[in-house]
Structure formats: C-alpha cells, structure tokens
C-alpha cells in the first residue's frame, strides 16, 4: 500500500469515524418532553438549566453530530441546551496541507502518546471554547451544570479547554482523544478547575489515535490533581458507540443530581 493511500485511509477513518452511529441515531426520533432547543424561560433558577457542548472529529462538522442528543432521554435532560459547533476550516499538516474543518493543526496520523502536537493552534482553540462556555454562564447557566464532550480532536480540545477554564465545571468527557500540550501546562490550572471531574473512553482497537494516547490521559490528570474515570472498549476502533454514549448519560446525570442537591 503506497504511502499516499495510506494516508488517505487513516483520513477517512478518522473524518468519518462516528457517521454509522449518528446517522441510526438520526433516525431515531426526538426524546419525549420538551423540545431539545427550547430555553427555559428567564425565571428559572440557573442550577436547574444545563448546557451540553459537543466538540466533533477532524474534518467534520457540529450538524452532522447533533442526532447524539436524541440518546439523551432521562429527565434531567429536558432542560438541557446542546451546542455542536463545527470547527473552522484550516490546513492539516498530516493531510498534506489540504483545507478541512480542523480546531488546530495535527502534524501525524496515527497518533501517539509521544506525537508531536500544535500547543500554540491549541491554545487559540480554547480561547474560542471559553467564550462559548462563559456565553452560557452569563446567560443564567451555573458552572457546574455545563459538560464538554469531544471526540477524537475535539476530545483533546475537551481536555484543554475545561482543564484552563478558570471556574469547576459539571465534567468534561474525552472520547477517542488525547492529551495536546505538555505537563507544563498543568501550572495553569486553577484551584476550581482542578476539582472538575473527567470521564475518558478509549477503544483498544483504535488504529487513529492510538490506545496508548488514550492511556496516557490518566496519569497526566492524576499528576495534576484531577479526578478521571477511563473505560476501554476492547473491540472498538476510532469511533463512538452507543454504549459510550448511554454511559455518558447517566455520568453527566448523577452530576447534575448532585449539583441540584447540593443547592438545596
């Protein structure tokens, strides 16, 4: 297999790595209760709001995975906002350069748990995810009851992203991801941030991020204090299955109990 086809095989795992699952879960029809983008009028106390922000793959796009909410029945979720924003369209280093929806550069395929990595692209990413988060929070939303979840890049800018944001979130959940900067940035992270919790999901069978990336999640967070709870999925390659995602629900749903209880 020449090089460039090589290539272009681990591109489309990784761009199209989700699409079987969320195009069944497209076909499913919407959770019974309120509509899914309907907003809470304005009297509602905050902690009874919640705020969902999914962060997608290389090369696709927030729409094409907004059916994952249609999983999410429980309800607690009946008050949930979602947002999928899809990411900007740049050019990728380990696809030659070639423009696609990107949140940062990603410089080799498959990645490992020694890969170089776009600290700098990164960085900027997290910026643009805080403004959506501090959005919500002005807008009513308590901090602990916003979740960011991510797949695959968007699972490594789920990583960055709540572990910089200054204030404890709800939780931040990774998916097929890994870790995109150093240990050095662990110093700047604050106190309440440190107390936000993690949820990390990893197929042993991923041939695109490497299980070893994955792995290596764990013991970066426990070196800084963080909580993290990791699952590996023996027979899962680069994708997201539903039992992830049903596993998602109800970590995300004890969290926001809990958030709601502790208000009193």
């Keep these: 297999m020449s090089s460039l086809i090589r290539l272009l095989f681990t591109l489309a795992a990784a761009i199209g790595a989700a699409s079987l699952l969320v195009a069944s879960l497209r ?37 094409a995975n907004e059916p994952i909410r249609n999983l999410f029945s429980a309800p607690e979720f009946r008050l949930a906002k979602w947002s999928f924003p899809s990411a900007p369209r740049a050019p990728v280093s380990c696809n030659n350069g070639f423009v696609m929806p990107s949140w940062f550069d990603i410089h080799e395929l498959p990645m490992s748990a020694g890969s170089p990595q776009d600290e700098t692209g990164v960085l900027k990413a997290v910026e643009k995810v805080h403004a959506m988060i501090d959005r919500e929070v002005a807008d009513g939303i308590h901090p602990e009851n916003i979740f960011v979840c991510g797949f695959s890049q968007g699972g490594a800018l789920t990583l960055a992203s709540v572990l910089l944001y200054p204030k404890k979130l709800g939780g931040g959940a990774v998916f097929s991801g890994w870790v995109p900067f150093s240990s050095s940035v662990t110093e700047r992270i604050s106190p309440e941030a440190n107390k936000t919790p993690f949820l990390w999901s990893h197929g042993m069978a991923d041939k695109v991020v490497l299980f070893e990336a994955g792995q290596a999640g764990p013991p970066f967070l426990q070196s800084a204090g963080v909580n993290c709870e990791f699952k590996a999925y023996p027979d899962l390659g680069h994708s997201l299955s539903q039992e992830e995602l049903l596993y998602l629900e109800s970590w995300i749903k004890s969290r926001l109990n809990a958030s709601q209880e502790k208000d009193g």
């Design 27 to 63: 076909r499913r029809a919407p959770p019974p209760g309120l509509p899914a983008k309907l907003v809470p009028s304005s009297h509602m106390a905050g902690r009874n709001r919640s705020f969902v922000l999914w962060l997608h793959g290389l090369g696709d796009s927030g729409p």
